[in-house]
């Protein structure tokens, strides 16, 4: 959807914004951005001042947006995860058979932000995790809600988590995130890093992505941060 946005005549774009805007409303409805406790179970604080996560929720666009308003968040890179090298990108991705997801790999230092907290942000704001196989007006695999863990420990606490908030029963439909492992990273064209603060007037940013920010204000104050950390040159290196 967020491809044919950007490419449609103005009068065919109108008509797709109202049926984003349903679909997106018609999403945020049923499952909206929640205040969530924070993980029972978290990474224990350590020498390393950088680590990584890379996380799934739908059009990376928002989900990049998001962290990168997070105090603690060194560098925030859209790309894919779960495919392989050859069909890591944008046009291949987007045909839905790649077995990639639309990911965002999030750096972090762990002396400011826990792996645990990021979760708790990625699960309340970012994305709605009890939709399968899309977001809002997004459809298909590649939009997936996925964790993919670097090491066994971030997959054992992702999974503590889920578990966690499908016990208290955080929201109304089961949980549908996948933990998929040993996953490497591919960093997109570099027109979609920074996409959301390059792009905050595109209809589609504005309807499904923007309100995730205000979201995130409105949660998780002590974290949020007023100036994003952005992706300087375009592609990152991998």
């Not at 994305?127 to 196989?133: A, W, Y």
């Not at 503590?160 to 995130?177: E, N």
């Not at 064209?189 to 499904?208: F, K, M």
């Amino acid at each position: 959807m967020h491809r044919m946005l950007r490419s449609v005549s103005p009068a065919v774009l109108a008509v797709a914004v109202l049926v984003a805007a349903a679909l997106a409303f018609r999403t945020i409805s049923a499952e909206g951005a929640r205040a969530l406790p924070t993980p029972m179970v978290d990474l224990p604080p350590g020498p390393a001042t950088s680590a990584t996560i890379v996380l799934a929720g739908g059009c990376f666009w928002g989900v990049q947006g998001v962290f990168q308003h997070v105090k603690g968040v060194t560098n925030a890179v859209s790309g894919y995860a779960g495919g392989e090298k050859k069909t890591a990108d944008y046009d291949a991705v987007s045909s839905g058979r790649t077995g990639h997801a639309e990911s965002v790999q999030v750096t972090y230092d762990p002396r400011q932000i826990s792996y645990g907290r990021l979760l708790q942000i990625f699960f309340s704001v970012a994305h709605d995790p009890t939709e399968l196989n899309r977001q809002g007006p997004d459809t298909g695999t590649q939009y997936r809600s996925a964790i993919f863990p670097t090491t066994t420990e971030q997959a054992d606490v992702a999974k503590a988590y889920i578990a966690q908030l499908d016990q208290a029963h955080a929201f109304k439909k089961p949980i549908v995130t996948k933990i998929e492992p040993d996953r490497p990273f591919y960093p997109a064209e570099g027109y979609h890093q920074d996409y959301l603060t390059r792009n905050p007037s595109n209809p589609y940013i504005a309807i499904n992505d923007l309100p995730k920010i205000e979201d995130l204000k409105r949660l998780s104050p002590d974290l949020y941060r007023v100036a994003p950390v952005l992706v300087a040159g375009g592609r990152a290196s991998k």
